[in-house]
């Protein structure tokens, strides 16, 4: 008896897995872009380097799930991406992917922010990537603030 059910379990977990990515595969796949750009009143401490800068996105971006993927000392550029896993790609078609690019300008005054976000179920919209752009915005300056830039005098 037991022998009989297996087969058939599994047979219907296959049917179920299936039709749960077959679903994910046709739901609406959207991508939003985001902006935003950090001014400092300061010029950074004369021991920051773009390194400081780099490696404080780095940091913050650990800490959000995303990995780097691209950098460039020399222009003062860092990429950091991120994407679904493939066992939520498999099993209920959710795609997902986001991109945040962090451009030093200005010695390290200006600080342009850039995100890219793409997936279904909701990963692509504008709300997602405010949310995610506010983050990592937030948690960027309050990074700087520690190494690169004067603390205030009380």
Do not use: W
Request: net charge neutral; with cysteine; hydrophobic share 35%.
């Amino acid at each position: 008896m037991r022998r009989r059910t297996l087969p058939a379990v599994a047979l219907a977990l296959g049917f179920l897995v299936s039709g749960c990515v077959e679903a994910g595969l046709f739901s609406q796949m959207k991508t939003f872009q985001g902006h935003t750009t950090l001014r400092s009143p300061t010029p950074p401490l004369p021991t920051a380097t773009i390194g400081s800068f780099l490696d404080a996105a780095t940091e913050v971006g650990k800490s959000m799930g995303y990995h780097v993927s691209q950098l460039d000392n020399s222009n003062g550029t860092i990429m950091l991406s991120s994407e679904g896993s493939m066992a939520a790609g498999m099993l209920v078609g959710s795609v997902s992917t986001s991109t945040i690019q962090v451009a030093l300008g200005d010695g390290g005054k200006q600080i342009e922010i850039f995100i890219t976000q793409g997936g279904n179920y909701g990963k692509g919209s504008q709300e997602e990537v405010t949310k995610t752009l506010n983050e990592f915005r937030m948690k960027y300056a309050e990074k700087m603030n520690e190494c690169c830039f004067p603390k205030e005098q009380k």
